[in-house]
Structure formats: C-alpha cells, structure tokens
C-alpha cells in the first residue's frame, strides 16, 4: 500500500496546534493524531494508580498495556469518560513528566505511527516531524509568545468549564515548555525541514490557511483549495 499523506504539526502548548489541526483535517478529510492526549492519558493513569512519576520502568510498562478507548470525540480509560480529567494543567503536567521518560516516548511510538492511513493524516504535539514522522511531506512548527499561549489556554480552559488563575497558568506554561524543550529525548524543537509559522497576531483562519496552502503544494493530488 502506498504510504498515506502526512502533515506534522509541532509546538509548544498553547501555540494554536489543536485548533489549526482539526481545522485542517476536517478540510482535507483526513485522520487526525492527538499525541499529546496519549502523554496525558499515561500521566492520569499513573496518578490514579498512585505510582511514583520518577518509576520509568513501572510507567513503560503501562503505557505499553494502556487500556484505552476513543469513542466519537470522548476518551476512555479503563472504562471511564476522562476526556475532560486529561485536559487539567495538572494532567498537561503530569503528562509532561512522563513524557521525559524514553521508554515511555518508545512504547507510545508504533501507536502513534499506525495513525498514518489513508487518505492521510494531521499529527498534532512535540516530536511529530523530528521523531514519529519524520519523513513527513509537510511539516509546520507552530510558536507563539508565551503571554499570548497562557491568554488563549486560559480561554480554552474557562470554555470548558475548568476554573484557573491566569498568573498560575503562565508560570506552568513556562514551566512545561522548559522542561519539553530541554529534556534529553525528543525535546521540543522544529525539525530542520519544518515551516516555523508565529501565530501570536495571526487569527486561526489564516494559519489554517498557510498550512492548507503548504499541504496543497506538497500534496498537489489533495486539490488547490485554498481560499489564499
Ligand atoms: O499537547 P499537549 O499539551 O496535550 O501535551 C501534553 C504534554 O505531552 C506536553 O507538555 C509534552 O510534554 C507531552 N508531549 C510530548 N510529545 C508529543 C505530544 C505531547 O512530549 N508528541
């Protein structure tokens, strides 16, 4: 079978990636791959275990075995709705400090590869162009200054329900990004080929519509229409 389209979509939290990504899919009927929400699931699995975040070889083992259902647009774990547990600043945390641990980044790995069927697929986090996809025909880094990612997640979260202080919310920002840009594994950075695009004062629209214009090049079979 020929090797599906991919479009990798990598930055730091809060840049915009979720948006644009499901925007994107939706346009061009393509798969979509969270990975970020398969960190925070392995995280949330853990804290309810009552496991010690530092115990890799425990967690790996885990995240190997996860037990995990995605039903329409809600996430199971063990059974249990969790689609609104993972998305906690506690839970992005959490996930971040399992996130740093390499076995778990392997055991998650194949998972997030099978994603990559036909008719193509949108890949949304950290390491998809530098690790998971990295011979992806379009890669996009998306960035943002860290004010505005606070500003929008904490729309985000107040949307959804989730009550949180902003002042709280840029210091965990910072504190999340620095450690996913400086840990030893499939740190938080663009790959060499990647588009870097800075969305702090471009609307969603018009990211979408600079990606969409970069898949259409790529992937000229997808069809020109972009509205740029
Ligand atoms: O994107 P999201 O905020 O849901 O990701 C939660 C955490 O999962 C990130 O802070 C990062 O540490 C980790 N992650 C990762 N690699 C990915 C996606 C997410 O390390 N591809």
């Known amino acids: ?40 699931l392995v995280g949330l699995a853990a804290q309810k275990a009552g496991m010690d975040l530092s115990d890799s070889a425990a967690i790996a083992e885990m995240a190997r075995t996860l037990p995990v259902k995605f039903v329409d647009r809600k996430v199971f774990l063990d059974g249990e709705d969790v689609s609104l547990a993972i998305r906690t600043e506690t839970a992005g945390n959490n996930a971040s400090k399992v996130a740093a641990i390499p076995e778990v980044r392997a055991a998650l790995l194949g998972w997030q590869r099978d994603y990559a069927r036909p008719p193509g697929l949108v890949a949304d986090g950290r390491d998809m162009g530098t690790v998971v996809f990295p011979h992806a025909g379009v890669k996009i880094f998306l960035d943002a200054s860290a004010d505005e990612r606070a500003r929008r997640r904490y729309k985000q979260l107040k949307d959804k329900g989730i009550d949180v202080k902003l002042s709280g919310l840029i210091a965990e920002i910072e504190e999340r990004d620095h450690r996913d840009r400086n840990r030893s594994v499939a740190p938080l950075l663009p790959a060499e080929d990647a588009q870097v695009i800075d969305s702090t004062r471009l609307d969603v629209d018009t990211v979408v519509d600079r990606v969409l214009q970069a898949v259409y090049e790529a992937y000229p079979e997808t069809g020109c229409k972009s509205s740029i």
């Open 1 to 40: 079978m020929a090797e599906a389209p991919v479009l990798t979509i990598d930055g730091p939290s809060g840049s915009g990636k979720g948006t644009v990504a499901a925007k994107v899919a939706q346009v061009l009927g393509w798969h979509i791959l969270d990975s970020g929400a398969l960190y925070r």
